[in-house]
Structures are given as C-alpha cells and as structure tokens.
C-alpha cells in the first residue's frame, strides 16, 4: 500500500510556506470550533480516535475480479460524518503529523499541503454532501445512505487529489504536464474514492445497528439490505466519470512533448517540432505570465506580463551554474573529504564510548 | 475540617446506592468501613458491583448515600479533595496509562495536585523506583510487558501520595514472578488499600479483612479467617 | 505492530540523542528548506546535503541502512516525477565534472534531482526521529509555540496507536483465517464494516474510560506538562555549525558562476 501523501519535491519553498500557514490557520478555526461541541478537556482524547483511523487503514477490502489490489480507507470523509467536520479537520491534521514524522509518509514542508488536501478538503466536501444527499438520518433508507456515502468520498476525495497538480504548478516545480498529471490523479482517485464509498457505507451501517448514538441516532436500525441495484449505479456513474476523464486526456491536450519543447527555447540539437495547437501556445503563454520562477531563473517581468524573449534565453546560459565543470567537482571531492572526516570521528567515539562502559 | 488524627477510618461507606446510566441497579444499600492501616479484600462474582463500588468512591459515578474519605464527604464540591486522597488502579493498565511515556504518565498525577514539574518528577521517580520499573521512565507504555504495566498504574497513583488505595483485581493476567512481585509490593505499602480480586491465597496473604458481594449487597463482612471458613457462603456466592 | 522499527532507535544514548528536541527539528526543517530551495537542475550541488544526515546518524550510532530502507516505501509522485520527467522534458544538457563530461536530458537531471532530495530528505527526517523519543519531540513542539491541547492529543495518538493498530491487526487475522478471500463481495464488505465498526465502538469506550482515568487523577482541563528541556551550550554549538554549514551548501564556492 503506498502512501499518497505529497512529497516535498513538488513544492517550491515559498508556496510549502504559504500552504503550512493556511493549513495552520485552518486548523486553529477547527480547533476553536470543536470546543463548541466537545468540552474543552476532552480535546486530547481525539488523539485516541486518530489511533483508531490508523488501525481502520489496516482493514483492507479486497476489489472482486482484481485480486492482488485492495482498497482501504482514508478515514476523512468517514471521520466527518461520525464526528462533524471541525473535530474530522483536527484528527487528521494529527494523523498526518504523525504520518510524517514518525512513518515519513509526506515530506515536513508538505504538511500544509497535506493537511490541506487529504484533511480540510475531503472532511469538509465530504461531509456537506454527505449531509445534502442523505436528508433525513433517521428515516433514510440503505440505498440513500449509500449513495451519500458514494457521493461524498467520490467527491471529497478526488477534489482533494485534484489539488496536488495544482499545488505542484503553482510551485512551478513541475516538468511534467500538469494536465496530464491532474488527469492521472483524479482518475485514480475516482476509483480510491469509489472504494471508500463503500467501505464507508458499510461502517455507517454496522454503527446504525451496533451504536447509533455514535451517529446522533436514537434507535438502531434493524439490519438494512443494501440493493445490488444501488451499487451498480453508482459503479456504473464512476465509471462513466472516469471514461470522461480518460477521454478529455487523450484528445484535445498537448502531447507532453510539444509541451515541454515550448517551455525551453533553447534548440540546438533538437528533433523536428510538432507544429503546435492554439491550445498549447495558449497554455505555455499562461505558463510563462504566470510562473514565479521561469525557467528556474529569477522573474524579470511582472507578474502576469509576458517576459521579455531575450532575456530568457540570455539567462538560459546562466541559469545552470551548477553544470559548469571545475566548481562541481570540487564540490563532490570536498564533500567526500568530508564524510571520510566526520565517519572517522563518529568511530572514534564509538570505541571510547565502550572501553568506557558506565558512560549511558 | 475534622482533625486527621482523630478520624478512625480512612473509608466509611453508608448506605451507599449506585445505578447505572441505564437504568440497572448497581449497588444497593453498600455500608462498610475502612481502618487507617486497614486491608479488606473485595470479594465476589463477576457483576456483583466490586468495580462500581471503586468508581463511585472515586466520584466517577451518580450514588446516594454517604460516602467518607479520610473524614471528607464525597460531594460535587469537594470530589478533587477526596481524589487527592484515594487512588484506583484500573483492572486494564491500558486504560490508565495514556502518556506517551512512563514518567509523564505518573507524573500526571502530581502535577494535576498543583506539584510544580521538578517536585512532580522527584516524586514520579520515587514512586517508579518503589514498584520496581526503575530505568523505564522514557518507555511508552506499548514497550511493557503486562507485568510491568500493571506496576506502573500502581506508581501512577502512588505518585499522589494517596492514603487509600482501591486496587481492582491487580493480579489478572500476570506470570507467577509478576504476581510475586506484586504481593511484595502492596505487602510493604503503609497505604491502606482495598482489593477486588477472585483469588483467595491473595487475600489470605494480604487482607486481614473480607467484604463480600453478591448482585449489589453486602453478604459478608468480617476477619478473612472466619469468613473464607464459611464453606457454605462461599459456594452461594460462586467464590470456591 | 512492527513499532520497534520506529521507536528501536530513539531511546539510545548518543551525542546526538542528548541533543535537545528543538536544536534537532530546527535543523532539520532548516535543512529541508534549504534542499528543497535547490534549482531543479542542480544535482552535483546537493553533494554536500549528505554530510547532515549521515552525521546524524553515524554519531547516534544508528545503522544508515536502516534510514536508507525507509527511503524504499517510496511515494507514488517522488516515483512518477523519476519516470514520468525523461520522456517530458527532452531538452539537451551537457554535464561536465572536471574536464569530463557527458550529454543527458534535462529529464535524466529531474529525475536524479528528485530521487536524490526525497532520500536525502527521508534520512534527515529519519535521523531526526531516531534520535529523538517522541515524547520530548512533543514537549519541544510545545516549547516552540505549539498550543498544549494539540500537542497533548499528539501525545494520545502515539501511545494508542499501536495498541489499537495490533486490534485492528488481530480481526484482520481472525477474518482471514476463515476464508474471508473466498466469501462473495457483499458478505467481504460487511465484514470490512463490521471491524472498522467494532473498532470505533472500542474506541469510543476506551476514551470514555481513559477520561475516566484522567479524571481519577484530577484532571480538571489545564493540561500540564513536565519541563524536561534545558538548551545547552551543546545545543546552541550544534545550531550554529547547521547554519554555517546550510550557508556554504547553499551559496558556496562550488556553484561556479
């Protein structure tokens, strides 16, 4: 099971700076909200139910006709519906701290992106539709609370998947295509959220019997049959969705290859150049109004106009200044000195440290 | 405030009625006392109300009746008083060590009683030290063995200086060593303690008095010689 | 669990494990700025980034291999940015080290430069947890401005996390065992809700009864903490010499031009 947590190699640093405080002030809103419905001193104890999503992520479902692949869940969506949208924004933040810090799943400067994504996007998404769809909680039907649950992860999920390729052009970071990147991810999430769509589903429905005042229920549920019927429309729903997806990526977007030969005006040795669409010329203009770092080289032109041609190519010489010969070897070598230097030291006061046995 | 010294029990119960959120009855009608160096064993079957009785001394649940800590009546008032002065081992550690380390979770305690955090960790280690788990203080309470887990509630509440200990069947689930380890402990304490437990050699060992229950009541009250005697009582009530 | 691949190290003694908290995650949130600041195409310049992480780790006597295995539960974009940039970006570069040098792609750099920044990002982190109990991470957290409550539910989280991870583990085990993978989807699902369901259930009532706990010990909702940190000249030395050293990393002599 990989992690889908953001790297911090897709970030530049002053967009993590940016995310990491919006995330932070998102999560205080969250935190102050919560006290309104949980007493104040019961706040540490959303630690535990954090504990719980980890061990809810071990229970993996196996997909029919796919074996080999199983589904598992996030816990946003779900965690929102149990517990409200404030105190779901607050347990995940957590969970993703953790993640971080103990598992390295996610990198320390993508935390804001994260906790943004996978926490505030799909508890909040998730739950708003959840509650729009469902109507009435004590009355609704099994097929209603499905398709709630459906709509809400389908949902919740893919909006907040949608936002990495965002998060990663806006660093400008990026050299692949972010089009063709969104459409991989949210494809991919379509399916993940389509699983945890059900998953979900089936938790609420054990705690409808089981706890109901888990859910703010009075009365459980008498054991409700979930129609094959439901499940096949909403199957077949993803799937047209996800066939949309496939399609609006495959015709009318550059070939990645144009795309990036446009980006570089540098050519060399290049191969023959696709002559490109209105599209692409579009895009790649937009690209280069709107990047805060060019071509990696500092911006000389305000943002949102056209840079000066130029000057782009001019600075392309400079641009790389790492590549250029004698400076970069002697970097390697002093850094090799260096390691030699500090391994040598680090043995040394491992052999003092056991001819002196009473030292902790 | 009545003179500590001249309050005979650390524990008088009167009358005590406890019924639970649901409606169920729990206890009915519960009088005993406690001497200051008193050791009373709680016997029982499994639901006659042993661990409700520790509860609702500890203020956790709804009573009526009277309930008298070291001279301090339990009441909504002064339940953080009479929390200073008795302190309940849980019959699953896990529940009762919730910090991310050892130390922090008895020092929890402490520094709840106002203690300043260098007085809260000298008396944190004491107590760690008194149990045995010396060496353990940064240890999660994931990296105990059972044995050790059940020692460190113990210091948790130790910590506190308390005078009454309420001890809810602490030998469950531990190895013969662990166990052994155990009796030594609470034998050398000067606390007075009162033990729910199922197991008679324990109580033989350590209790000088036994208190039985039996769906809530009272059955037995009296010397542990007298009443584990009593064959016939303790059939009735599913003890041997 | 398998948690003693995450705590195995961090209750050692060490030149490093002695450090206080904070000393330690300033560095290495310094650290991981300055690797992320890097240009993209920059790669021979990260050499020098090696030096922090495996300091850290050969001085706490922790085995690289062990923070290198991390690296290897790889993240789907680290992946996908490696395979996907050499068929993107197709442009030309020539690389010269000394009088050698060869011609790559710019997508070839991309991919080492982001291969090499999530390892050497992973072992600092590594490095950083290893040494580090996780309780005195959170008190530094608490230290640095984090509010108490937050980092008390922090604090909740790791203690109940693998108690609760080996639950879930537990079901899962008795659900496999009796032929769940043979059982038809519905069936396959309920039981999927049922555990995660059960475990809630647990968890709700676990907490009641640790609150209960909390309580007992006269927990009334000020949370308070022990003051185990004290910086050290150590501490202030070893933050001076990170900075110095992220300085020249970063705009050093051997980045020519």
């Given at each position: 099971?990989?992690a889908m947590?953001?790297a911090?190699e897709?970030?530049?640093?002053?967009?993590a700076?940016v995310?990491?405080?919006?995330?932070?002030?998102?999560?205080?809103w969250?935190a102050?909200?919560?006290?309104?419905t949980i007493q104040?001193?019961?706040?540490?104890?959303m630690?535990v139910?954090?504990?719980?999503?980890?061990?809810?992520?071990?229970?993996?479902?196996?997909?029919?006709?796919?074996?080999?692949?199983?589904?598992?869940?996030g816990?946003?969506?779900?965690?929102?519906?149990?517990?409200?949208?404030?105190?779901?924004?607050?347990v995940?933040?957590a969970?993703?701290v953790?993640?971080c810090?103990?598992?390295?799943?996610?990198?320390?400067l993508?935390?804001?992106?994260?906790?943004i994504?996978?926490?505030?996007?799909?508890?909040?998404?998730?739950?708003g539709l959840y509650r729009?769809?469902?109507?009435?909680?004590?009355?609704?039907?099994?097929?209603?609370?499905?398709?709630?649950?459906?709509?809400?992860c389908i949902?919740?999920?893919?909006?907040?998947?949608?936002?990495v390729?965002?998060?990663?052009?806006?660093?400008?970071?990026?050299?692949?295509?972010p089009v063709?990147?969104?459409?991989?991810?949210?494809?991919?999430?379509?399916?993940?959220g389509?699983?945890?769509?059900?998953?979900?589903?089936?938790v609420i429905?054990?705690?409808?019997?089981?706890?109901p005042?888990?859910?703010?229920?009075?009365?459980?549920?008498?054991?409700?049959?979930l129609?094959?019927?439901?499940?096949?429309?909403?199957f077949?729903?993803?799937?047209?969705?996800?066939?949309?997806?496939?399609?609006?990526?495959?015709?009318?977007?550059?070939?990645?290859l144009?795309?990036?030969?446009?980006?570089h005006?540098?050519?060399?040795s290049d191969?023959a150049?696709?002559?490109p669409?209105?599209?692409?010329?579009?895009?790649d203009?937009?690209?280069?109004?709107?990047?805060?770092?060019?071509?990696?080289?500092?911006?000389?032109?305000?943002?949102?106009?056209?840079?000066?041609?130029?000057?782009?190519?001019?600075?392309?010489?400079?641009?790389?200044?790492?590549?250029?010969?004698?400076?970069?070897?002697a970097?390697?070598?002093?850094t090799?000195?260096?390691?030699?230097?500090?391994?040598?030291?680090?043995?040394?006061?491992?052999?003092?440290?056991?001819?002196?046995?009473?030292?902790? | 405030?009545?003179d500590?010294?001249t309050?005979?029990?650390?524990l008088?119960?009167?009358?005590?009625s406890?019924?639970?959120?649901?409606?169920?009855?729990?206890?009915?009608?519960?009088?005993?006392?406690?001497?200051?160096?008193?050791?009373?064993a709680?016997?029982?079957?499994?639901?006659?109300?042993?661990?409700?009785?520790m509860?609702?001394?500890m203020?956790?649940l709804?009573f009526?009746g009277?309930?008298v800590v070291?001279?301090?009546s339990?009441?909504?008032?002064?339940?953080?008083?009479v929390?200073?002065?008795?302190?309940?081992?849980?019959?699953?550690?896990?529940?009762q060590?919730?910090?991310?380390?050892?130390?922090?979770?008895?020092?929890?305690?402490?520094?709840?009683?106002?203690?300043?955090?260098?007085?809260?960790?000298k008396?944190?280690?004491?107590?760690?030290?008194?149990?045995?788990?010396e060496?353990?203080?940064?240890?999660?309470?994931?990296?105990?063995?059972?044995?050790?887990k059940?020692?460190a509630?113990?210091?948790?509440?130790?910590?506190?200086?308390?005078?009454?200990l309420?001890?809810?069947e602490?030998?469950?689930?531990l190895?013969?060593?662990?166990?052994?380890?155990?009796?030594?402990?609470?034998?050398?304490?000067?606390?007075a303690?009162?033990?729910?437990t199922?197991?008679?050699?324990l109580?033989?060992?350590?209790?000088r008095?036994?208190?039985?229950?039996?769906?809530?009541?009272v059955?037995?009250?009296?010397?542990?010689?007298?009443?584990l005697?009593?064959?016939?009582?303790?059939?009735?009530?599913?003890?041997a | 669990?398998?948690?003693?691949?995450?705590?195995?190290f961090?209750?050692?003694?060490?030149?490093?494990?002695?450090?206080?908290?904070?000393a330690?995650?300033?560095?290495?949130?310094?650290?991981?700025?300055?690797l992320i600041s890097?240009?993209?195409?920059?790669?021979?310049?990260?050499?020098?980034?090696?030096?922090?992480?495996?300091?850290m780790?050969?001085?706490?006597?922790?085995p690289?291999?062990?923070?290198?295995?991390?690296?290897?539960?790889l993240?789907?974009?680290?992946?996908?940015?490696?395979l996907?940039?050499p068929?993107?970006?197709?442009?030309?570069?020539?690389?010269?080290?000394?009088?050698?040098?060869?011609?790559?792609?710019?997508?070839?750099?991309t991919?080492?430069?982001?291969?090499?920044?999530?390892?050497?990002?992973?072992?600092?982190?590594?490095?950083?947890?290893?040494?580090?109990p996780?309780?005195q991470?959170?008190?530094?957290m608490?230290?640095l401005?984090v509010?108490?409550m937050l980092?008390?539910?922090?604090?909740?989280?790791?203690?109940?996390?693998?108690?609760?991870?080996?639950?879930?583990?537990?079901?899962?085990?008795?659900?496999d065992?009796?032929?769940?993978?043979l059982?038809?989807?519905?069936r396959?699902?309920?039981?999927?809700?049922?555990?995660?369901?059960?475990?809630?259930?647990?968890?709700?009532?676990?907490?009641?009864?640790v609150?209960?706990?909390?309580?007992?010990?006269?927990?009334?909702?000020?949370?308070?903490g022990?003051?185990?940190?004290?910086?050290?000249?150590?501490?202030?030395?070893?933050?001076?010499?990170?900075?110095?050293?992220?300085?020249?990393?970063?705009?050093?002599?051997f980045?020519?031009?």
């Amino acid at each position: 099971m990989l992690a889908m947590h953001m790297a911090n190699e897709l970030l530049s640093v002053p967009f993590a700076g940016v995310t990491l405080l919006a995330a932070t002030l998102v999560v205080v809103w969250a935190a102050w909200r919560t006290k309104k419905t949980i007493q104040s001193e019961k706040v540490p104890l959303m630690g535990v139910i954090g504990a719980f999503v980890f061990a809810g992520q071990m229970i993996n479902f196996t997909l029919p006709g796919m074996p080999g692949t199983s589904g598992h869940l996030g816990g946003g969506v779900l965690l929102a519906i149990l517990l409200g949208p404030s105190a779901a924004i607050l347990v995940m933040s957590a969970i993703l701290v953790v993640q971080c810090l103990l598992f390295q799943d996610g990198g320390l400067l993508a935390l804001g992106c994260n906790i943004i994504n996978m926490g505030v996007v799909p508890c909040l998404v998730g739950w708003g539709l959840y509650r729009l769809t469902l109507g009435r909680a004590e009355t609704a039907k099994p097929w209603r609370q499905y398709a709630a649950a459906w709509v809400a992860c389908i949902v919740g999920v893919t909006a907040g998947a949608a936002l990495v390729p965002v998060q990663a052009a806006i660093s400008g970071v990026l050299k692949i295509s972010p089009v063709h990147f969104l459409g991989v991810m949210v494809g991919v999430h379509l399916i993940i959220g389509f699983v945890e769509g059900l998953i979900t589903f089936a938790v609420i429905a054990y705690l409808r019997q089981v706890r109901p005042a888990a859910l703010g229920l009075k009365t459980a549920d008498a054991a409700g049959r979930l129609s094959r019927r439901a499940v096949l429309v909403t199957f077949l729903a993803t799937a047209v969705l996800l066939a949309g997806v496939v399609s609006w990526f495959a015709s009318s977007h550059p070939d990645g290859l144009e795309w990036s030969y446009l980006e570089h005006h540098y050519g060399e040795s290049d191969e023959a150049v696709v002559a490109p669409s209105e599209t692409v010329t579009r895009v790649d203009a937009l690209q280069t109004r709107w990047s805060l770092l060019p071509d990696y080289t500092k911006r000389t032109a305000a943002l949102g106009e056209e840079p000066v041609e130029e000057e782009t190519a001019d600075e392309a010489e400079t641009a790389w200044p790492s590549m250029s010969g004698w400076g970069s070897l002697a970097g390697l070598i002093g850094t090799a000195v260096t390691l030699l230097v500090v391994y040598l030291i680090a043995l040394a006061l491992r052999r003092r440290d056991r001819t002196a046995p009473g030292q902790a | 405030m009545p003179d500590d010294r001249t309050v005979e029990n650390i524990l008088e119960l009167n009358n005590l009625s406890v019924t639970y959120p649901d409606g169920t009855p729990g206890l009915h009608e519960v009088s005993l006392q406690l001497a200051r160096t008193g050791r009373t064993a709680l016997l029982g079957p499994n639901g006659a109300g042993k661990t409700s009785l520790m509860l609702g001394i500890m203020g956790a649940l709804k009573f009526t009746g009277d309930i008298v800590v070291d001279g301090i009546s339990l009441s909504r008032r002064t339940t953080t008083d009479v929390r200073s002065r008795c302190g309940m081992v849980f019959q699953n550690p896990d529940d009762q060590l919730f910090m991310p380390s050892l130390l922090e979770d008895v020092a929890f305690g402490p520094l709840n009683q106002g203690r300043s955090p260098d007085d809260a960790e000298k008396r944190s280690r004491d107590a760690i030290r008194s149990v045995g788990l010396e060496g353990l203080e940064q240890k999660a309470a994931h990296h105990l063995s059972g044995g050790q887990k059940r020692g460190a509630s113990l210091a948790t509440i130790l910590s506190m200086n308390v005078k009454l200990l309420l001890l809810d069947e602490p030998g469950a689930g531990l190895d013969h060593r662990s166990y052994a380890r155990l009796i030594e402990i609470l034998e050398s304490r000067p606390e007075a303690f009162l033990i729910s437990t199922h197991d008679l050699a324990l109580v033989r060992r350590l209790c000088r008095n036994v208190v039985v229950l039996d769906k809530g009541r009272v059955v037995a009250d009296g010397p542990t010689g007298t009443v584990l005697a009593d064959a016939a009582l303790l059939a009735r009530h599913g003890l041997a | 669990m398998h948690h003693s691949h995450i705590d195995r190290f961090a209750q050692g003694h060490s030149v490093v494990h002695h450090l206080d908290a904070r000393a330690k995650l300033l560095s290495v949130i310094g650290y991981t700025v300055v690797l992320i600041s890097f240009d993209r195409y920059a790669v021979s310049a990260l050499a020098p980034m090696l030096v922090l992480p495996l300091a850290m780790l050969w001085f706490a006597r922790i085995p690289t291999w062990f923070a290198v295995r991390r690296v290897l539960v790889l993240s789907p974009f680290v992946l996908v940015l490696c395979l996907a940039s050499p068929y993107y970006d197709r442009v030309p570069f020539e690389v010269t080290l000394g009088s050698w040098r060869f011609t790559t792609t710019g997508g070839w750099l991309t991919a080492a430069d982001v291969a090499i920044k999530f390892t050497l990002g992973v072992m600092a982190l590594t490095a950083l947890m290893s040494t580090t109990p996780f309780t005195q991470m959170l008190e530094g957290m608490r230290k640095l401005g984090v509010p108490k409550m937050l980092a008390a539910q922090l604090g909740f989280l790791y203690r109940y996390l693998f108690l609760l991870v080996d639950e879930a583990l537990r079901l899962k085990r008795g659900r496999d065992f009796r032929g769940a993978a043979l059982a038809p989807v519905g069936r396959r699902l309920k039981a999927v809700g049922s555990m995660i369901g059960h475990l809630f259930v647990h968890t709700l009532d676990r907490s009641d009864r640790v609150y209960t706990a909390m309580t007992a010990r006269g927990y009334r909702g000020e949370w308070h903490g022990l003051s185990r940190l004290r910086f050290r000249l150590a501490d202030v030395v070893f933050l001076v010499v990170v900075a110095a050293y992220l300085v020249v990393c970063r705009w050093g002599a051997f980045h020519a031009g």
